[in-house]
């Protein structure tokens, strides 16, 4: 073990100590309770990719910037075994996206260095980074194909405009004086963006570098999709010859439509994009390519208009022949997959009762095995014999694990936090369940409080997720991190409630012109069973808060359980759910949820509307609202604001004008939580 100790010092030294210090293997200083500053902190591990032969892992690694209130990020490289750790880029712009050649010896990726994001390629053994692009556009997502030889990039082009008359186009709008928008369709903004008529298009270049080719050059619609598409939706066919993408086609219906189809196109342009998927008018996305290229793999829904539906795994013959779906059987929504090398079975993640874990698929019988069962997985890949996979935790961020193909033999591959975990003081946490509604199964969590004393009483914090078809479980959060309110002081209570997902689809769609009803009864007796459970657990301090719709649920409450909470938070919530739709951009998600439009289905969005119950409302609340928030508007947390202070109920209203749906800046987020446990500590200490 000295030994070990002394290698590590010796490369310290010569790195500069980024190894060592990375690694978590620095002494840990006297601890401290969790804090989002400790949250913060942490490096955030992402986008890991194993070399085609199985050697290296390459991957992002996202430091928090402070000073410049921004986070940086860096590629990393590591083995496969946990040896040979090394930063493969330091430049102060942000590099990330990268991608292995077939010869595993050299990397493409993205960086803004040369003040705009464009490809790299940089050799694995040294040497500095070469440009391969210098379009004027930015350059959205990055995939090589299986040959080497062409690279697939995304970038956002007015329809029918090549690269460059696009840059012109906006230069000339930028020069403009007048600065009216018309708009004749939806969307007419999106998440936290104005849309201006460009769309992200798919593009072909030779990874020598040369003129970008459009393969969607006509075409009106957005590969990846948007906001939260990425390269998992593009892929190369094996011989590299051809493409496969998502886009969605709905021409003026697109705004409240899920229709996704994939689409093939060949790498040369001589002839458009052909849809694939066309029967299915639900959600169709992911292609994944078995080794052999004789079976493409894909994810789809079967609901149209219902963005919550099942994924399920569909194998179709390559490049003709009829789907099969692999997991019929199988009441679980895959989130990712990828094949085995020997192509007899998939791995996928799929979430599973508050966990987000990593399965093996038979690809003959559908026969279903759990890999990975505890935490959250998010990047996984076969690898020489084992798979490599990422995971987090409710006590330890994102970090790089190993593991037997049959689940044994786990090992640590990445250290990166665990000094700095280590200086640090979280509450333990634990899983519990109760019966909810109509006496069926509901899990939650509790997590203790730092420095726990069980003949103390402590305050609670009643976490409620968003979504609604979400879950609070086994992760480790960067916006609800329970680990920041046990650091203070308070006991965590969450609630995965019916319409929650990770329990079955029947328990996910259950609560479909339902939102006030279900997850209200689950939120009342999982409380009650949790203060029951937990006779530490200060029954008489008791505060509720959440986001989207957590932020919406606590609206509701305020009307519909005014005497339970000494204080309140709602952050981003809807008060009027019926002014809601007609303020929102994503239009299918409503209609689906609340059976229908405004005007054909009134009653459903006046059955459960917070804004009908204000006259009940007497308990402190905490409004938090972004202004770049375009699915829940800005006005909607000034008007909960404007009924409390008329109401002349104690009230604050935090509000960030550079804030999306979410709180991202290190500062914001520093003020978000000083601002929320503030008013917690007010009311409830």
Known sequence: ?????????????????????????????????????????????????????????????????????????????????????????????????????????????????????????????????????????DVGNLIVSPD?????????????????????????????????????KLFVRHWDTWTDGRRSHLFVVPTRGGEARDLMLSMDVDTPSKPFGGGEEIAFTTDGKKLVFTARD?????????DFDLYEVPVDGLRPPRCLTEPNKA?????????????????????????????????????????????????????????????ETILATAPDRGQNALFTIDVKTGKVRTIIGQGTVNGFAPASGRIVFERHTLKSP???????????????????NEAKVAATRMGDAEPFTFKGWNNETVYG?????????????????????GGPQGSFGNDFHYR??????????????????HGSTGYGQAFCDSIRGDWGGKPLEDLKKGLAAALKKCPWMDVDKVGALGASFGGYMVNWIAGNWPDRFRCLVSHDG?????????????????????????????????????????????????????????????????????????????????????????????ANSILWHETVIGWLDRWLK
């Open 250 to 258: 709905a021409g003026r219906e697109e705004a409240w439509s899920t």
């Open 480 to 497: 609800w991190n329970p680990q920041a309110y046990a650091g203070a002081g308070y006991a965590v209570v969450t609630v995965d409630f």
């Open 574 to 666: 809807n008060l009027d759910e019926r002014a809601a739709y007609y303020d929102t951009e994503e239009l299918w998600f409503p209609e689906w949820d609340h059976v229908g439009t405004p005007w054909d289905n009134p009653q459903s969005y006046e059955k459960h509307n917070p804004a009908n119950f204000v006259k009940n409302w007497k308990t402190p609340m905490l409004i938090v609202h972004g202004g770049q928030d375009f699915r829940v508007v800005e006005t909607q947390g000034l008007s909960s604001f404007n009924a409390l202070q008329r109401r002349g109920i104690p009230s604050q209203f935090l509000y960030f004008p550079d804030e999306n749906h979410w709180v991202l800046k290190p």
């Open 1 to 137: 073990m000295r030994r070990f100790v002394d290698i590590w010092l010796v490369m310290a030294f010569l790195l500069g100590g980024t190894a060592l210090a990375a690694q978590g293997q620095a002494p840990a200083e006297k601890t401290h309770p969790f804090s989002v500053h400790d949250m913060l902190a942490m490096d955030r591990i992402s986008d890991s990719r194993v070399s085609p032969d199985g050697k290296w892992i390459v991957f992002n690694v996202r430091e928090t910037d402070l000073e410049g209130n921004r986070g940086r990020t860096d590629i990393w490289i590591v083995g496969t075994d946990g040896t040979g750790l090394r930063r493969l880029t330091s430049h102060p712009a942000a590099d990330f996206n990268a991608r292995w050649s077939p010869c595993a010896k050299c990397l493409f990726f993205l960086s803004t260095r040369s003040g705009s994001a464009q490809v790299w390629r940089i050799k694995i053994d040294g040497g500095e980074a070469q440009q391969i692009t210098k379009l004027p556009l």
């Open 445 to 465: 969590y509790i997590v203790r409080p730092v420095d726990f004393d069980p003949a103390k009483k402590y305050p609670v914090a009643f976490l409620i997720h």
């Open 398 to 416: 994102a970090g790089i694990y190993s593991v037997g193909t049959d689940g044994s033999d786990e090992q640590v591959i990445t250290r990166f």
């Open 283 to 343: 959600w169709d996305t992911t292609p994944v390519f078995s080794p052999d290229g004789k079976t493409l793999a894909y994810l789809a829904m079967a609901r149209p208009g219902y963005e919550a539906d099942r994924f399920r795994i569909v194998l179709k013959p390559w490049p003709d022949g009829d789907g099969r779906v692999l997991t019929e059987a199988w009441d679980y929504s895959v989130a990712s997959m990828a094949w085995s090398p020997d192509g």
């Open 148 to 184: 080497g030889a062409t690279l697939a990039v995304t970038m956002e082009v007015f329809p029918g405009e090549s690269v460059e008359a696009t840059a012109g186009k906006i230069e000339t709008i930028q020069n403009q004086k007048a600065t009216g928008r018309l708009f004749e």
